[in-house]
């Protein structure tokens, strides 16, 4: 991943203080010779009474219709946990810190699954098709000052 991402000439990598995230972008980061910077923000989901379930369990415990639900709508959560559209909130704000402290242009975001899929709905247009992959490198062009993401290029990784 990290030969892939040379040729974008990243000045830094953002991450999650989570150990997949963080431990992929330490990788990254010293692949491409950029600084590592952590952000909380970043985190995954959190997906309350369902944190540890698999897929399986959650829909058995919380039913078909809110797991699926909780995954496509963003006002869903699950008891406890957090809606999508807080989880967006949170990565936006996350990418608003730091790029107001930062001088980097060209940054590197490690992040979950879930916040991924969150700032991309909030990114591509209304109606587009959900097919958000955690193994695809999206490239944005984020505006600070209106908080929008907007995709300029989208590409699958290949992960041997």
Same mark, same amino acid.
């Given at each position: 991943?990290?030969?892939?991402?040379?040729?974008?000439?990243l000045d830094?990598?953002?991450?999650?203080?989570l150990?997949?995230?963080?431990?992929?972008?330490?990788?990254?980061?010293?692949?491409?010779?950029?600084?590592?910077?952590?952000?909380?923000?970043?985190?995954? !989901?959190?997906?309350? @009474? &369902?944190?540890?379930?698999?897929? *399986?369990?959650?829909?058995? #415990?919380?039913?078909?219709?809110? $797991?699926?639900r909780?995954?496509?709508?963003?006002?869903?959560?699950?008891?406890?946990?957090?809606?999508?559209?807080?989880?967006r !909130?949170?990565?936006? @704000? &996350?990418?608003?810190?730091?790029? *107001?402290?930062?001088?980097? #242009?060209?940054?590197?975001?490690? $992040?979950?699954?879930?916040?991924v899929?969150?700032?991309?709905?909030?990114?591509?247009?209304?109606?587009?098709?959900?097919?958000?992959?955690n193994?695809a490198?999206?490239m944005?062009?984020?505006?600070?000052?209106?908080?929008?993401?907007?995709?300029?290029?989208?590409?699958?990784?290949?992960?041997?």
């Amino acid at each position: 991943m990290g030969e892939s991402l040379r040729r974008h000439r990243l000045d830094a990598v953002l991450s999650s203080d989570l150990s997949r995230a963080r431990i992929t972008a330490q990788i990254v980061a010293m692949a491409i010779g950029a600084p590592l910077f952590i952000e909380t923000g970043l985190r995954e !989901t959190n997906v309350g @009474a &369902a944190e540890g379930l698999l897929w *399986a369990e959650a829909k058995t #415990r919380f039913g078909e219709g809110l $797991t699926e639900r909780w995954y496509s709508d963003g006002d869903v959560a699950f008891p406890r946990g957090e809606t999508g559209i807080a989880t967006r !909130t949170r990565g936006l @704000a &996350a990418l608003r810190r730091f790029t *107001a402290v930062h001088p980097h #242009r060209r940054i590197g975001v490690s $992040t979950h699954g879930a916040m991924v899929r969150q700032l991309m709905k909030h990114a591509l247009p209304a109606g587009s098709p959900a097919g958000v992959r955690n193994t695809a490198l999206y490239m944005l062009r984020y505006e600070p000052a209106d908080e929008r993401l907007i995709v300029v290029e989208k590409e699958e990784l290949v992960l041997c």
